[in-house]
């Protein structure tokens, strides 16, 4: 079968999602904006729209929280954002943002992988960084938030001069802060309590990566070398769902994405993501989400 590749899923460029996110209003931003962007979340979270519904991105991402805290999505795994510690999140990954305190600070920074192609870096983002990899855990804890802060804060200085001369010089202090976290990453196995929730963790994993391949629990049961009954057990101890529901909070997320992100028809739509009649879709989709798939595409935060 085929691997999904990101360039045939939809994705939000940066000046697409600020109308995604953002209630009425639009950031200040360098002629960088498109490529690379840094700035304080305190600067802009009270314009957020907050659930923000899940959606794709076009570019690496990551929040570093100095204060307060934020809770924010990589697929179906949700994860709260404590202060020193660093949320990443490459390209191509379903994303939400469900909470942000009131006392929250901190910096957002996102970039294209692109910026790195340059004679004196040699770096593959997605393979020499953890955090960045799709079955990588990306939440880092910063041991040592003065460092990160710092180079942070020369970021942004780099990115308010908006001078092209200069640009070259942002991608190596970028380089330098993943390298800082990559330092303190630690490896996905570490952050999983027991078997049953790793073996979760990677079946939704795989869910997100094949959502459009396979069909059922069976063939994932397959693909991750375990029996269904297995899996169902790891999957109920861990999250208190059965591997089936957990496939169709996937079908679901996707769906959400397919209707904002896409002008496809909810026909097709309901073909790509399980093959379902439009009909039995439309059922499907509103006794998940109390909407039905229309309601939601004209639904706004």
């Known amino acids: 079968m085929e691997k999904r590749s990101i360039s045939k899923i939809p994705l939000l460029n940066p000046s697409q999602f600020d109308d995604y996110i953002f209630a009425n209003w ?3 931003v360098s002629g960088f904006y498109d490529k690379f962007h840094v700035e304080r979340i305190e600067n802009y979270k009270q314009h957020l729209r907050i659930p923000l519904q899940p959606h794709r991105r076009s570019v690496y991402f990551l929040i570093f929280i100095t204060k307060g805290m934020a809770t924010r999505s990589k697929g179906l795994t ?8 660093v949320f990443c999140l490459p390209a191509g990954e379903i994303t939400a943002l469900e909470r942000v305190d009131d006392n929250t600070e901190g910096f957002y920074c996102h970039f294209l992988p692109e910026i790195f192609n340059q004679s004196f870096i040699r770096t593959d983002i997605a393979k020499d960084f953890p955090f960045f990899q799709f079955t990588g855990e990306p939440i880092v804890k910063v041991a040592e ?7 942070l804060e020369i970021l942004e200085r780099e990115y308010k001069r908006n001078d092209n001369d200069r ?10 802060l993943l390298s800082e976290l990559k330092h303190w990453a630690q490896p996905a196995q570490q952050h999983t309590k027991n078997a049953a929730a790793f073996i979760t963790q990677r079946y939704k994993n795989a869910l997100t990566e094949f959502i459009y391949e396979k069909k059922s ?3 994932f049961s397959e693909y991750l070398s375990i029996s269904p009954n297995h899996l169902h057990k790891c999957v109920k101890a861990t999250v208190g769902k059965s591997a089936h529901e957990l496939l169709e909070d996937m079908r679901i997320l996707e769906a959400k994405v397919l209707l904002k ?7 097709e739509i309901a073909f790509k993501i399980g093959r379902f009649d439009p009909s039995d879709f439309s059922r499907f ?11 939601y595409r004209q639904f706004e935060n």
Do not use: C, G
């Open 26 to 28: 639009k950031p200040r």
């Open 78 to 85: 949700h994860y709260d954002v404590w202060p020193n510690h």
């Open 145 to 151: 938030p003065e460092r990160v802060i710092k180079l």
């Open 167 to 176: 640009f070259d010089l942002i991608p190596m202090y970028l380089l330098t």
């Open 217 to 219: 629990v069976q063939e």
């Open 261 to 267: 992100q896409t002008s496809m028809s909810v026909a």
């Open 285 to 295: 989709f509103k006794a998940k989400t109390s909407m039905t798939p229309r309601q």
